[in-house]
């Protein structure tokens, strides 16, 4: 298994996949880091699960869906309305 998010200091490094499991409505996959310890990471942040489609066509060029972007910007006005 290897981290993929991009800002994980450990991206890129390699570790033993121990299992995929759902926690509290979270996908985490379970692996041994570098002191032999059983961590867990968001599976969404390495290689077992698939790169979003969008992310892979836009090759960097556009990080975020603009469905992301417009409740974002939702958010941030209904938060300046308080």
Known sequence: ?????PFHPLRGQE???VKRQRNWRQDRVYFYDCE????????EWT??????PFVVLSAGRAPFHL????????????????
């Open 36 to 43: 032999g310890e059983l961590a867990s990471l968001p599976a």
């Open 15 to 17: 570790f033993e996949f």
């Open 47 to 52: 290689d077992v699960v698939p790169a979003d």
């Open 1 to 5: 298994m290897r981290v993929t998010h």
């Open 67 to 82: 469905r992301a972007l417009v409740e974002l910007a939702e958010l941030i006005e209904r938060s300046a309305a308080l």
